[in-house]
């Protein structure tokens, strides 16, 4: 089957591959020890608050898929979660902050939100009704979410100037939210305090030193709210862009063992309206200089706050709901898939795309709930990316963008490939680093015969371990349908990826092709290759 499909694919695209510059390419993937982990439950996305009022670039493309009123009866939602089996769903954004839980002796009136000129983001404050909560964490339990929640940290506070909030933390209503959650046998995985206050915040920003007080505040309302109880959340703060002093500071002040996890938000491609938005993200240099802001957060937690971990808590690529034609297409996948590789590698244990629905950047469409291609690339990364984080090394261009972890729930590694090229065809040649060592070890390796070469090939794939199972490789190729980078659909292995006639997400099958035959990515594609039978003692 492989065979013949490969077969086909260079046929049909034969005139292309003419046109194509062809050069080869070395990774060597080292399996001995991992360079860092992820969660199993690593890819997350968030649901918002924003109502059908938010508008950008004169569009309004939330419609119906806010926290307050998304249709939770639609079959695609959960058949689309399901598929996950266990996803982590974060409940947050710009208006958490300003978001009433109707329960308990309230300060202030509990109304929708609506829109208001001097209102923090242009609306007035909103209500989450507990008949609402009852219904959200009745269709969590049973789709198998992974529960974040962010809590209003602005409650109790108040303007000092445009931007400047201060004062103490009232954390009266969250208290009562706590309660009745507990009261109901709601399971909350961790729950957020605010969101984007950080440093010079957006649209609202609160002092570090305050910050990490009101943190130890609510983790004493927190560990005494679940004394009684099994389930111990995490406390998860502050949900901003990294400020590496104000971050430092957060981390001081609230000391050991207060915060679990230090989220932080990535919005590197820029505004949602953007005409380069294309070009940056198949610009590998611009892909890369987000790196600085992960490494920057890794030093701060292993310095300042051991004790935590590390997520992206939220990140669309684009801001403001993200571009139009360019979010919700194959082209974005370049981004997104590349994002959650270089996070890993520097031991983020989560990553929230925003959003799991509304926007442009949402993972499912807005109206149709029907999956956009960055949906199908998040449940491929689910499904074969592994926990553990390997090195890898490469003599290819900075177009040719390669991650390699343990394999998931199975020995072996997966690869992940992204070619940004436009005209370079990449053969490649997987390498496994334990072979280059034993080489280099004083081994002579004489090549004398077609069937030595290939059995040498077979050797540096496999590396040392024996094994009678077959030697191939699973490969899942990822193309835009019919060449377009905008496309609203993407092709596996051929095949375009849509529902089937039922309404059920589709299945996405490997081609198998044996190690020892050439490896090829094509021009603007994504690969992920699975190797069953690489030695890698770190995946064991």
Known sequence: MGFHLSLFLILVSLPVILAQEIRHAKIVVDGTTT????????????????????????????????????????????????????????????????????????????????????????????????????????????????????????????????????????????????KYTISKGYQIDSWEFGNELSGSGVGASVHAEQYGKDLIKLKGIMNESYKKSNLKPSLIAPGGFVDSKWYTTLLDVSGSNVLNIVTHHIYNLGAGVDPNLVSKILDPSHLSKISDTFSNLQLIIQKHGPWASAWVGESGGAYNSGGRHVSDTFVNSFWYLDQLGMASKYNTKAYCRQSLIGGNYGLLNTTTFV??????????????????????????????????????????ITLLLINLSNQTRFIIDVENHMTLDFHANGKKIQIESSFMHNLKNTVSWVGRKASDEPLYREEYHLTPKDGFLRSETSVLNGVPLKLTDEGEIPKMDPVLNALNSPLYIVPRSIAFIVFPNFDAPACV
């Open 371 to 412: 999956p956009r291609p960055d949906y199908y690339s998040a449940l491929l990364w689910h499904r074969l990316m592994g926990k553990g984080v390997l090195a890898v090394d490469t003599d290819a261009s900075s177009y040719l963008r390669s991650y390699a972890h343990c394999s998931k729930g199975r020995a072996g």
């Open 35 to 178: 360079v860092a982990e992820i969660d199993d439950n690593f890819i997350c996305a968030t649901l918002d608050w924003w109502p059908h009022t938010k508008c950008d670039y004169n569009q309004c493309p939330w419609g119906n898929a806010s926290v307050i009123n998304l249709d939770l009866s639609h079959p695609l939602l959960a058949k689309a979660i399901q598929a996950f089996k266990h996803l982590r769903i974060r409940i947050g954004g710009s208006l958490q902050d300003q978001v009433l839980y109707n329960i308990g002796d309230l300060k202030s009136p509990c109304h929708p939100f609506r829109k208001m000129k001097d209102g923090l983001f242009g609306f007035s404050k909103g209500c989450l009704y507990m008949r609402r909560w009852d219904e959200l964490n009745h269709f969590f339990s049973k789709t198998g979410v992974i529960v974040t929640f962010g809590l209003n940290a602005l409650n109790g506070r108040h303007q000092i100037r445009r931007g400047a909030w201060e004062g103490d933390w009232d954390p009266s209503n969250t208290i009562d939210l706590m």
